[in-house]
Nanobody, 123 residues
Framework: QVQLVESGGGSVQAGGFLRLSCAASGGTFSSYGMAWFRQAPGKEREFVAAVVRGGERTYYADSVKGRFTISRDNTKNTVYLQMNSLRPEDTAVYYC????????????????WGQGTQVTVSS
């Protein structure tokens, strides 16, 4: 059983930046594909970014490509999401997710979830 705890959310103005962290415990972190999803009020949960088990490949939603960077440190059991050039439409609760094996962009295929961290971007 893997436990995930996100941190780093907050309120920023448009154009600002935040760095989210997700600390994992209770499993072999390097065996899990990791991803970030987000959910805005009244909307479906959507894929943001994913990183493969070794960290050598990453994937992004078109809406964040070029602005967000996902990375992981397997020595610290932590995955990060660096978010630059934030926009009001990035406002959402951001969730960290893990699944054994390859990553996907489908939330239903992830087994473990954090509690979420709020990101609010004002114009």
């Amino acid at each position: 059983q893997v436990q995930l705890v996100e941190s780093g959310g907050g309120s920023v103005q448009a154009g600002g930046f935040l760095r989210l962290s997700c600390a994992a415990s209770g499993g072999t972190f390097s065996s899990y594909g990791m991803a970030w999803f987000r959910q805005a009020p009244g909307k479906e949960r959507e894929f943001v970014a994913a990183v493969v088990r070794g960290g050598e490949r990453t994937y992004y939603a078109d809406s964040v490509k070029g602005r967000f960077t996902i990375s992981r440190d397997n020595t610290k059991n932590t995955v990060y999401l660096q978010m630059n050039s934030l926009r009001p439409e990035d406002t959402a609760v951001y969730y960290c997710a893990a699944r054994p094996g390859p990553v996907t962009n489908m939330s239903t295929e992830y087994d473990y979830w954090g509690q979420g961290t709020q990101v609010t971007v004002s114009s």
